[in-house]
T-cell receptor, first 112, second 109 residues
Framework: IAGITQAPTSQILAAGRRMTLRCTQD?????MYWYRQDLGLGLRLIHY???????GKGEVPDGYSVSRANTDDFPLTLASAVPSQTSVYFC???????????FGSGTRLTVV | GQNIDQPTEMTATEGAIVQINCTYQ??????LFWYQQHAGEAPTFLSY??LDGLEEKGRFSSFLSRSKGYSYLLLKELQMKDSASYLC??????????WGAGTKLIIKP
């Protein structure tokens, strides 16, 4: 692993199903983030974690939950997927506020 | 509210210079970032400005005016590989990044 790994790369999911998107980093960054990116809307923050054991809500948290049991992992769960959650999901991390974010390669999710 | 504005799309010619503007209104300011994102890929870090002025990094330069809430990214000697979206983001008082919708740059031969 080098940087941030996201899995799966893409997924087609039936509406109403539960799904967990995985994110793992090996840089020992304290802060981690989940974004969704939709055409014309840019990156929107779903949830974030400033350090292991803590999480916070971003701009569009409804329908999503996260956990941060350790420094490396930050999974995003959709409890009951809906078509409006069709998007590209990016996980990111940073070690300090001003050093910029490192992004994973993204998960393309289609809810049908 | 918080707002980041940048043009939706720009077109330029290979070998030329292009300037992508970004204006912002945010609650607090802890720096402005520019990212590059090729289609289907993740954003990658280009530059960070926290003080007024111009930061030069090879063919790319970024300028910031805090009093005007304004930044630009200048790309020189354009290459076809520079075709991408360029994202402007401001770090607010909570050290959260507020993102613009991105500018799609199309380079023509």
């Amino acid at each position: 692993i080098a940087g941030i790994t996201q899995a799966p790369t893409s997924q087609i999911l039936a509406a109403g199903r539960r799904m967990t998107l995985r994110c793992t980093q090996d840089m020992r960054h304290n802060a981690m983030y989940w974004y969704r990116q939709d055409l014309g809307l840019g990156l929107r923050l779903i949830h974030y974690s400033n350090t292991a054991g803590t999480t916070g809500k971003g701009e569009v948290p409804d329908g999503y939950s996260v956990s941060r049991a350790n420094t490396d992992d930050f999974p995003l769960t959709l409890a009951s997927a809906v078509p409006s959650q069709t998007s590209v999901y990016f996980c990111a991390s940073s070690d300090s506020g001003t050093s910029g974010y490192t992004f994973g390669s993204g998960t393309r999710l289609t809810v049908v | 509210g918080q707002n980041i504005d940048q043009p939706t799309e720009m077109t330029a010619t290979e070998g030329a210079i292009v300037q992508i503007n970004c204006t912002y209104q945010t609650s607090g300011f802890n720096g402005l970032f520019w990212y590059q994102q090729h289609a289907g890929e993740a954003p990658t870090f280009l530059s960070y400005n926290v003080l007024d002025g111009l930061e030069e990094k090879g063919r790319f330069s970024s300028f910031l005016s805090r009093s005007k809430g304004y930044s630009y990214l200048l790309l020189k000697e354009l290459q076809m590989k520079d075709s991408a979206s360029y994202l402007c983001a401001v770090m607010d008082s909570n050290y959260q990044l507020i993102w613009g919708a991105g500018t799609k740059l199309i380079i023509k031969p």
